[in-house]
């Protein structure tokens, strides 16, 4: 959770505010729409603050608004700002009561300790998911292993199959080695190129050709990169496979 240690309301000059905005901070008499508005950016944000899922801010040591995060963007520096802007803004979703993560934070003493920096952080526990090598404890927020977890959950494994040369024997055998054919041609439907809303069959090396063409010229389905959950379930294109083991000898 980021967490946000807010001033007093300020007025400021749209012109200069990386925002655009006339008001800065809190005010007891701003709705939650206002004070999202007015504390949700610009800040200087660290590399952690990608992986956390709320934003909590306070004032006066006191949680006021909770946010779930959707995304956080870097904003551009306006022209009357001092700095070549680093800043970022936060989008999501103001939480309401009801909330779990509203109804612990908001009104109550902020979870960490008043700092000098305005952007803190805090684990908290409705960030926390089970670790996924089944140890039964939680992972910091944002993480599916605690550290090294995902290390023992992976040799376990391969211990059971042999040796580490005996595992990728064993992987190469049942799910073939092919990490260049990683792309996927959205199925369409061929009148129009829209979306069938299938989902894909295989997976492809990129520019294989794979696709289909309407009658100018122009590619119908759209290539994306597959997912990891794609690239372990979908199947390789056989055309694609040969050419991929044609390249790997030619290197
Ligand atoms: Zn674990
Ligand atoms: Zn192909």
């Known amino acids: 959770m980021i967490v946000i ?3 007093s309301e300020r007025i400021v000059d749209p012109t200069d505010d990386d925002l655009g905005r006339d008001r800065i901070g809190y005010s007891p008499t701003m709705s939650p729409l206002a ?3 007015a504390s949700h950016g610009a800040w200087h944000l660290g590399e952690r603050a990608h992986r ?18 959707n995304h956080i963007a870097p ?6 700002s001092r700095e070549g802007s680093r800043r970022s803004v936060i989008h999501g979703q103001v939480l309401a009561a009801g909330h779990p993560v509203y109804d612990a934070y908001i009104g109550k003493p902020a979870p960490i300790p008043p700092q000098r920096n305005p952007i803190g952080y805090y684990d908290a526990p409705e960030e926390q998911t089970p670790c996924l090598c089944g140890c039964g404890e939680t992972t910091p927020a944002g993480k599916d292993f605690i550290p090294g ?9 391969v211990r059971q199959i042999g040796t580490v040369q005996d595992f990728i024997g064993w992987f190469d055998r049942t799910h073939g080695n092919w990490p260049d054919i990683n792309v996927i041609y959205e199925p369409v439907r061929l009148e129009d190129g ?7 069959r295989q997976r492809h090396r990129l520019g294989c ?3 289909y063409l309407d009658s100018s010229g122009k ?3 759209t290539p994306r990169i597959a997912t990891a959950e794609e690239m372990a379930s979908l199947k390789p294109c056989k055309t694609c496979k040969d050419a991929s083991a044609k390249a790997a000898l030619a290197r």
């Open 5 to 7: 240690t807010l001033g």
């Open 75 to 80: 904003v551009a520096a306006t022209s009357g």
């Open 194 to 200: 829209t979306p069938s809303g299938e989902s894909a």
């Open 219 to 221: 590619i119908l389905n």
């Open 35 to 37: 004070l999202y508005d």
């Open 209 to 211: 050709g794979h696709f």
């Open 149 to 157: 977890h995902d290390q023992t959950a992976l040799h376990d494994r």
């Open 52 to 69: 956390e899922h709320f934003a909590l801010m306070t004032f006066d040591g006191v949680g006021v608004l909770a946010v779930e995060i």
